[in-house]
């Protein structure tokens, strides 16, 4: 009889893995402190409780490029000026709104580089040359305002319902998803506006879900809601309160990273604390979803009014990210944004989307392989509540898990999906839940063939 080999292990210290380093770090190496405004050459004379002031910070919101260089001076190199300034005449598809609080977050001794100036402030540098929009690039690329039951209430999952209540916010992001929609108008895109007064429109909505009871979550959203005021935003969602079918109400404002001082408001503070006690009270989940993607973002005033919220009986502070090609795309980028929102300002990572096709969005997104492996690369860090699903918003299906392609032509970058619900639009649509959906990579990430197949697309078009 053969000698059997009996393999025993061989045990480490504890702690150690092999003797070796994980591929991200922890815990965290950054401070957690708010950044010393008075660094940059146009806050220098600014006091902490000027800063503090929402007033304060709206009034000195930076809306131009002259503006800009007035905040950072030196700092700002002459060629991204120019970059810049030539990106919002020939690129851009939102204007340039930017609060202090905000602009303090950015890198000022590396601008060209910083990730925050990335994807608020956007340069004709930064864009892909050849493919600077997709040639399947839309404004609606969701296809938003096709979904209205009335207009700004898009009714797109069979029990959940988005509110668009307004379309300006207290800053404007390069990647915005409604660019249709919200802001100024731009040399690139000229606005659409809601055509029906505020005031009957929010009593439309509210009309719509009473009508509507399979309808149980409402995201209440614009537009950002720090530019409602309180009052107004109370009586609406109040009022949804009063609805036996709603059980869930999400606020969903980047404003509460980009402006946090309106959010310690004593009025704001007052409201949403009538609102969280009327929720208790009727049994409602309401929740506070922000929008934060980067973690040089989230400073001790954006955890303050996080806490504030959460103090106050808020079911959750979530953060809905978008995924950001030299913002967040790397696995160590994300980790550090996810422990920063969750170690600091108990914000929970939730979602982080696809950046959506609209135009000029190209240089941004990842294709649906790159978010694949983002995923898996993030996984077993997190607590599993606190890992974010990443998602990619399919035209016409809805939020996917990006693992849940049905099918997948790399060459190409098309993407085939199912979905297993109907919108409005395909009420009498036999095939709408058998048909496969289409989403596209980047043309610049496929193979030559496939970007010879795609410039020959063009060409024909």
Known sequence: MSEVKVIRPTWKPAGKVGGGEQPFHYPLEHDFVEPDWRRLPGYKE??????????????????????????????????????????????????????????????????????????????????????????????DSLHESDMWAVEGLTHRYPTKVLAEMLSTCPQYCGHCTRMDLVGNDVPQVIKLRFQIPQKDR?????????????????????GDLANMPIAQLESFVSALMDLPNIKDIRLATKGLMGIPQHFLQDE???????????????????????????????????????????????????????????????????????FTLLDHAKIMPYYFYQCDMIPNAEHWRLAVHEAQQ????????????????????????????????????????????????????????????????????????????????????????
């Open 46 to 139: 600014v006091t902490a409780a000027e800063w503090e002031t929402a007033l304060w910070q709206r009034r000195h919101t930076v809306k131009n490029l002259k503006e800009l260089q007035s905040v950072f001076g030196s700092f700002l190199p002459e060629n991204l000026l120019e970059s810049m300034e030539r990106d919002i005449q020939e690129r851009a598809t939102m204007s340039i709104l930017i609060p202090p609080q905000m602009l303090n977050t950015m890198d000022e001794k590396d601008l060209w580089n910083d990730p925050v100036r990335r994807y608020m402030l956007p340069a004709f540098e930064d864009r892909n040359p050849e493919w600077p929009s997709h040639p399947k690039s839309i404004r």
């Open 374 to 461: 983002l995923q898996h690369d993030i996984m077993g860090y997190l607590p599993g509540f606190a890992t974010p699903r990443i998602v990619c918003d399919v035209p016409f299906v809805g939020k996917r898990w990006v693992h849940q392609v049905k099918e997948y032509d790399r060459e190409k970058g098309i993407s085939y999906w199912t979905k297993n619900y109907k919108t409005g639009i395909e009420a009498n649509d036999p095939e709408a839940l058998t048909r496969l959906y289409e989403y596209y990579d980047p043309v610049y990430t496929l193979p030559a063939s496939g970007q010879e197949w795609w410039r020959q697309q063009a060409h024909r078009s």
């Open 268 to 338: 704001v503070l007052e409201g949403f604390e009538r609102l969280a006690k009327k929720a208790r009270e009727r049994g409602i989940d309401l929740a506070l979803h922000t929008h934060v993607n980067n973690a040089r973002q989230v400073t001790p005033l954006v955890a303050k009014a996080a806490g504030k919220l959460l103090e106050m009986g808020f079911r959750d502070v979530r953060n809905q990210g978008v995924l950001l090609r030299g913002v967040n795309t790397s696995p160590r980028e994300l980790l550090d944004l996810c």
């Open 202 to 222: 929010y009593e439309q909505m509210l009309d719509y879900l009473r009508k509507t009871p399979s309808v149980r979550d409402v995201v209440v959203s614009g």
